[in-house]
């Protein structure tokens, strides 16, 4: 609803109960509040009133007519009727209209037993009918893999068509005909091509539009919910799943609840599958002399386990341990992780898949302004009135928050500035670049000249902070000379972007009160991600929007715990809070809590732990849900490095490449099976709670960490998942759960004061340098491996209802690069450079921008063997999603 | 391909509106000329012309009856069958027609010659039974008429039959 302040508040009265409401409230949400529910199809709080079904009549004294409460508005002293009986009559005869062309076959409707049609009639109607016409039949037409249509049971209200177009803007439905004959389609007969959020299937008030992934096998009241939190990305949506015994049934989302506000993408209501996989790892396996894998009890395997531990602890000492933890687990587990890492065996070298990207986000976050979270939260995003969206497909990547700038932009009138490589074509799915006031088209390694390109806008256009050259001279000073010394030609050159088009987006931007910078993938995991990060806060800074009001800097996490895992202490440098490693007092309080001597050794990081195997002063390692054999290129030789470990345990659902080098492996839990906490990408903690029993042998991964230490003699032990919490809240006094909305930090002023004195003095000789990579001759597509929209990782490729949207990789290109290779949708092009080649199939998209190819990092297995790996020097974050290749032809795909 | 055919034309119509999607009946219309119908890859022209998606465009182009959305013969035969037609005679009119051609409504004969559409009213209600054929009216339509009609459709691609060109009501005789 708008909101207002109360001052503008109007007071009415429904049925009989007064009521003071904020102007502009519909007479529907009015009434709501005094407990009158007004029957309604077409009305959605989140869609424009359309009041085309006439449902929701009611009597309004003083006017003439009865009147449609879910687009009449409330006015001061207003007498709103609802349980009269004519209003009664009237809205006998709606559902009489719309049931003379209703199948009535609730029997056989998924919808039935919680369907607003089938409530609605047994409130108002009699059980015989006026009409004695046909039925109006629509020939049954398949829609497509995952949703079905039924649409002689829809009563067109239009919220399937509205919310596809308001709130996702994809567009992907069509009522098609008139009157009567309306039918909601696709585009004409063609099979659905959409961003399949499941947002209609959730909307349709009947059974018109259901899922197949759960067709026929339910009735409303055999399901069991569970509330929990998905686990495919960093957004952390609320999401609902349900059961029936121990089967997965559906998964879905409630309106004003959680941060994705009933709101999913395709892979949190379609990707429920992944967990119940057939291939999930049943029992612990102990590999044997011959290489092959026995099942094993979870005492053998743990007992296996700590002897070797403790063995090569004894003979090396903690150092020779390296442990690395995937950030899809829970908080708690990342906490236990740490400190069975740290305390258990006696190693530094710890870290997560949060290395792979966000740290690039949190480091400069926290030496600028001295926060490692957001300074703004998913509200501040729909209020603000600029957002500068840099190197993120934020659709793809992090859909909620996606949808939150689309609501800032096309509800809040929020200007719009991307900075991004997709071109602003239209296609099957949303493209956030369609709705910028100002898109910057850049090449995705020219995310850092762009930068400074705005940057040098700012500062040429006169948009700096007026008070900042008095307040921060040197910093003023340093960071123009530094930004004076690349010039607009070479800006212009390389990022083919215009100064103007640079004013104006810098213009934009600082024209605003609250603005808001929100920064993806193509910035966090490409190379100098953290210099990127810095110079983008230097840019707010500037502009004077750092540490205002609704203002702020915000990485977007990949995945649904990176920033939990930060916060927990499970990266190299931080202790849990996150508190630098080296802190003396945080040390002390940890020691004294778990009773142990932290080690002195210094950290290291992922990169740094498989480079210390192969010289073998790593012995062993510990690595839980991550598959760094996979997600690194063959240049790191991380195969290398991992075999020649003494000693590899693995945690893992599924037997992936690395674990199949373990020399243990123990089963966990996914994220279904087990309790804990999530924090999302604004720094919100969210419970996580079991919906059904863990498969096979599966324990979940803290009950793990803690047998091993209990076998281990060093027992860190806990009867539940809370209990951990508990301790992590006298680590971290207040951590999480508090309240509906993530707390906002605001950026410690000593900490900004000591950046703009000093601190930014750090590494400026090197990050304002553009360097520029040259394509050589023979290599001159840029291909990036992206996110898609429907996977996460390569966990979601096992889940079933994904793979029908889409299950397999293909080489996405510009229709002229296309062209002029000869190349069309559905040939087989051969991809190559100096490190291999690979045949894939094309597919032609107007969204790749031209000389730059893109593929999906899913399905990357043959095809990441051309990419190469650079570590970045200061966040050690290793980077390999860009790569120079040639594109040929190889063979016509069939059409 | 409308883009490069009707570009000056397609420019025109774009410059006519604030909003660039009010020139969609218009661009509709164009394709329809073009084809006799309105083809799947028109709708999608016509969806990138216009930054719409191509289900946004088949919306549109299905609520209104006069957009065929199927490949339709030389000659598009639509014979009202409204009150006043109805009145003097359209019924076994219709009826015969269909037996003539051998197709119903809505339907192409095998030759590709004539597609039968039944309407509602044309605005002929005073010459009634009558038909329009493309451009073309026909009026005060007899078995014997329309039977002339269709076979000088079919050897000339012209009729001698049709009314018109008028502007303005025939005068009333006596
Ligand atoms: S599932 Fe597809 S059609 Fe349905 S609302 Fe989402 S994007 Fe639109
Ligand atoms: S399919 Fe459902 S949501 Fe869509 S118009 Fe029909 S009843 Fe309404
Ligand atoms: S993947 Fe992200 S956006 Fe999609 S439902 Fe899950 S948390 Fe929400
Ligand atoms: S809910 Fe008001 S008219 Fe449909």
Redesign the pocket.
């Known amino acids: 609803m708008a909101e207002s302040n109360n001052q503008d508040l109007v007071t009415l009265t429904v049925d009989g109960m007064t009521t003071s409401v904020p102007q502009g409230t519909l007479v529907i949400e009015a009434a709501r509040q005094v407990g009158v529910m007004i029957p309604h199809f077409c009305y959605h709080p989140k869609l424009t009133p359309d009041a085309n079904c006439r449902m929701c009549l009611v009597e309004i004294e003083k006017l003439p007519r009865l009147q449609t409460s879910c687009s009449t508005k409330v006015a001061e002293g207003m007498v709103v009727k609802s349980n009269v009986p004519h209003v009664d009559e009237a809205r006998k005869s709606v559902l009489e209209f719309i049931l003379a062309n209703h199948p009535l076959d609730c029997p056989v409707c998924d919808q039935g037993g919680r369907c607003d049609l089938q409530d609605f009639s047994h409130q108002y109607t009699p059980t015989t009918s006026r009409f004695t016409e046909l039925k109006r039949v629509f020939p049954k037409e398949y829609f497509s893999p995952l949703i079905e249509t039924q649409m002689n049971r829809c009563v067109q209200c239009m919220r399937c068509v509205r919310y596809c177009d308001q709130v996702m803007d994809v567009k992907a439905l069509a009522p098609s005909g008139r009157g009567t004959l309306t039918e909601i389609k696709h585009f004409s007969a063609h099979e659905l091509d959409c961003e399949f959020c499941g947002g209609c299937v959730q909307i349709c008030p009947v059974g018109a539009i259901t899922s197949r992934l759960s067709m026929y096998d339910f009735r409303p009241w055999m399901l069991k919910r569970t509330d929990t ?9 609320h ?1 609902t799943i349900q059961k029936k015994q121990d089967e997965l049934i559906e998964v879905n ?1 409630t309106q004003g609840v959680g941060r ?1 506000n009933g709101d ?6 379609f ?1 429920y599958h992944a967990s119940v996989h057939p291939d999930r790892i049943m029992h612990p396996l102990i590999k044997q002399q011959d290489g092959r894998f026995a099942q094993a009890t979870w005492e053998e395997a743990l007992e296996l386990v700590a002897e070797k531990f403790q063995g090569i602890k004894t003979a090396f000492g903690g150092n020779a341990f390296g442990g690395l933890v995937t950030s899809r687990c829970t908080n708690e587990e990342l906490y236990l992780f740490q400190k069975f890492m740290r305390g258990v065996l006696g190693s530094n070298r710890v870290d997560s898949s949060a290395r792979f990207g966000h740290v690039n986000g949190t480091l400069p976050l926290l030496s600028v302004q001295g926060t490692h979270r957001w300074t703004a939260t998913f509200e501040d995003i729909v209020d603000a009135d600029a957002l500068l969206l840099i190197g993120t497909n934020i659709t793809e990547t ?4 996606g949808l939150k700038v689309k609501q800032a932009v096309k509800q809040g009138h929020a200007i719009l500035v991307t900075m991004e490589s997709l071109l602003p074509a239209r296609g099957t799915i949303s493209n956030i670049t369609l709705l910028a006031t100002h898109h910057l088209p850049v090449r995705p390694d020219h995310y850092h000249i762009a930068i400074v390109g705005l940057i040098k806008s700012v500062l040429d256009n006169g948009l700096v902070d007026p008070g900042l050259e008095t307040r921060a001279p040197e910093f003023f000073r340093a960071i123009k000379a530094a930004i004076d010394s690349t010039s607009w030609a070479h800006i212009e050159e390389v990022s083919g972007v215009s100064r103007e088009v640079f004013s104006q987006s810098a213009h934009a931007f600082s024209s605003s009160t609250r603005g808001m910078i929100i920064v993806g993938q193509g910035v966090l995991r490409s190379p100098r991600g953290a210099e990127m990060v810095t110079n983008l806060l230097d840019f707010l800074i500037l502009t004077g929007r750092h540490g205002q009001p609704g203002c702020g800097l915000c990485p977007l996490a990949e995945e ?1 715990n990176d920033q939990g895992a930060i916060e927990m202490g499970a990266t190299a440098e931080f202790l849990p809070g996150p508190i630098a490693i080296g802190h003396h007092d945080t040390r002390q309080a940890l020691s004294k809590l778990w009773e142990v001597d932290l080690p002195q050794e210094p950290a290291s990081s992922l990169m740094e732990m498989f480079r210390d195997a192969q010289a073998g002063q790593v012995k062993a390692m510990y690595i839980v849900g991550e598959n760094p054999v996979e997600s690194l290129p063959q240049t790191g030789k991380i195969k290398e490095a991992l075999e020649s470990l003494e000693f590899l345990v693995c945690q893992e659902l599924f037997l992936t490449e690395t674990a199949q080098l373990a020399d243990v492996v123990l089963p966990a839990c996914s994220y279904v099976e087990k309790d804990g906490t999530f924090t ?1 990408t604004e720094g919100m903690v969210q419970p996580v709670r079991q919906a059904i029993d863990p498969i096979g042998e599966s324990r979940p991964d803290w009950e793990i960490f803690s047998a091993l230490s209990v076998v281990m003699d060093q027992p860190m032990e806990y009867g539940e998942a809370r209990d951990i919490f508990k301790e992590i809240r006298s680590v971290i006094p207040g951590y999480g759960l508090v309240g509906p909305v993530a707390t906002r930090p605001t950026p410690k002023v000593d900490v900004v004061q000591q950046y703009l004195q000093e601190g930014f003095a750090h590494g400026l000789a090197t990050r304002y340098v553009c360097t520029q990579d040259q394509p050589a001759s023979d290599t001159p597509f840029l291909l990036a491996s992206t996110q898609s929209l429907f996977h ?1 990782g390569k966990f979601s490729t096992r889940s079933k209802g994904l793979l029908q949207i889409q299950s397999s990789g293909a080489i996405m290109l510009n229709p002229s690069d296309a062209k002029k290779l000869g190349i069309a949708s559905g040939d087989s092009v051969c991809v190559s450079n100096a490190h291999g080649a690979v045949t894939t199939i094309a597919r032609v998209l107007n969204r790749i921008p031209p000389d730059v190819a893109c593929f999906p990092e899913h399905f990357d297995q043959d095809i990441r063997c051309l990419f190469e790996l650079h570590i970045d020097k200061e966040s050690h974050v290793p980077y390999s999603k860009l790569t120079w290749v040639r594109l040929e032809r190889v063979e016509k795909g069939d059409v | 391909m409308l883009a490069e055919k009707y570009q000056d034309h397609i420019a025109d119509l774009l410059a006519r509106y604030p909003v660039k999607r009010s020139a969609l009946l218009p661009l509709l219309n164009l394709a329809q000329k073009e084809e006799g119908y309105v083809s799947e890859s028109a709708m999608k022209e016509i969806a990138e012309i216009l930054d719409l998606t191509p289900p946004q465009v088949y919306e549109t182009a299905t609520f209104y009856t006069m957009f065929n959305m199927n490949p339709i013969g030389k000659f598009h035969v639509q014979i009202c069958k409204s009150l006043m037609c109805g009145l003097v005679g359209s019924d076994p009119l219709i009826q015969w027609v269909q037996q003539r051609l051998g197709v119903g409504p809505g339907q192409t004969t095998s030759d590709r010659l004539f597609t039968l559409s039944v309407v509602e009213c044309l605005g002929s209600c005073g010459t009634g039974p009558m038909m329009q054929v493309n451009d073309d009216y026909y009026e005060r339509l007899s078995e014997e008429r329309v039977g002339r009609i269709f076979d000088e459709l079919k050897e000339t691609g012209n009729s001698s039959l049709k009314s018109g060109p008028f502007m303005v009501p025939e005068p009333i005789s006596r």
């Open positions: 939190i998905c686990t495919y990305c960093g957004d952390g949506c999401i989302s994705n999913l993408c395709a892979r949190g209501f990707g992090n859909p909620i928050t649904n999302n996460s």
